[in-house]
């Protein structure tokens, strides 16, 4: 079975910019969580989708936005890129939202010049 | 709210002895408690999770961890460390379902323990 596979796997952008980041959850999922990691912050829960609907958001301003679509996909958007908004964003996937058990794609390594 | 602590930024330990990662939480109600590792430029990977049941959890690649509600602790361990256990470590706890959690919320992880073993 594959894994969460994630696109594309480094992308660099200008400040300003705006960005498309995917998500294919492994076959059979239906949930998709969404993770913004750096060094200074750490690992942080951006949202979580569910049916095409997010469940839940973490703390992050509205520039950060996503999506899900009927087969599971999903895609997050980031707008005005910031210098700040360097990271690696991290994709999870599991069988529903009351799985307990999340598995991580490799990352998407957003450079922000 | 829900809190992570990883006392440790760094743990090094000599091939073939023991390691222990330690990892306390703070969360109302049940925790569903979890540890992942992360190798250079590749995603996470699940170790372990502890829902209920036994205190002691066993998990890939020969890692445990021991969960103590009384110090609401979840510390890994694994009897004898191999070079290639070096990597990052994320604890990271989730609000019980039974707790009025669903598993809505997301993940919320500790900062991570680098954990160096040296040959």
């Known amino acids: 079975k594959a894994g969460v596979t994630q696109t594309p796997r480094y992308l660099i952008k200008t400040r300003g910019q705006q960005v498309t980041l995917s998500c294919s959850p492994i076959?059979?999922?239906?949930?998709v969580s969404w993770y913004q990691q750096t060094p200074g912050q750490g690992l942080q829960f951006l949202f979580e989708?569910?049916?095409?609907?997010?469940?839940n958001k973490g703390n992050f301003p509205g520039r950060f936005s996503g999506r899900q679509f009927s087969n599971s996909r999903s895609e997050m958007n980031v707008s005005t890129l910031e210098l700040g908004d360097s990271a690696l964003y991290l994709c999870?996937?599991?069988?529903?939202?009351?799985?307990?058990?999340?598995?991580f794609g490799p990352g998407t390594r957003l450079t922000v010049l | 709210a829900q809190s992570v602590a990883q006392p440790e930024d760094q743990v090094n330990v000599a091939e073939g002895n023991p390691l222990t990662v330690k990892c306390t939480y703070s969360?109302?109600?049940?925790?569903?408690l979890f540890w992942y590792v992360q190798y250079p430029n590749r995603g996470l990977q699940f170790l372990l999770k502890?829902?209920?049941?036994?205190?002691l959890v066993k998990g890939s690649y020969g890692f445990e961890a021991e969960f103590n509600k009384s110090q609401t602790s979840f510390h890994l361990k694994k009897p004898s460390a191999l070079v290639s256990d070096s990597a990052l470590y994320f604890c990271?706890?989730?609000?019980?379902?039974?707790?009025?959690?669903?598993?809505?919320?997301?993940?919320?992880f500790g900062k991570g323990t680098h954990l160096i073993i040296q040959p």
């Open positions: 999870a996937s599991s069988r529903g939202p009351d799985s307990n058990e999340q598995f």
């Open positions: 076959s059979g999922h239906r949930s």
């Open positions: 989708y569910f049916s095409e609907t997010q469940r």
């Open positions: 969360v109302s109600g049940n925790p569903y």
């Open positions: 502890y829902i209920t049941g036994d205190n």
């Open positions: 990271a706890v989730r609000w019980g379902a039974e707790s009025g959690g669903g598993g809505a919320d997301g993940l919320t």
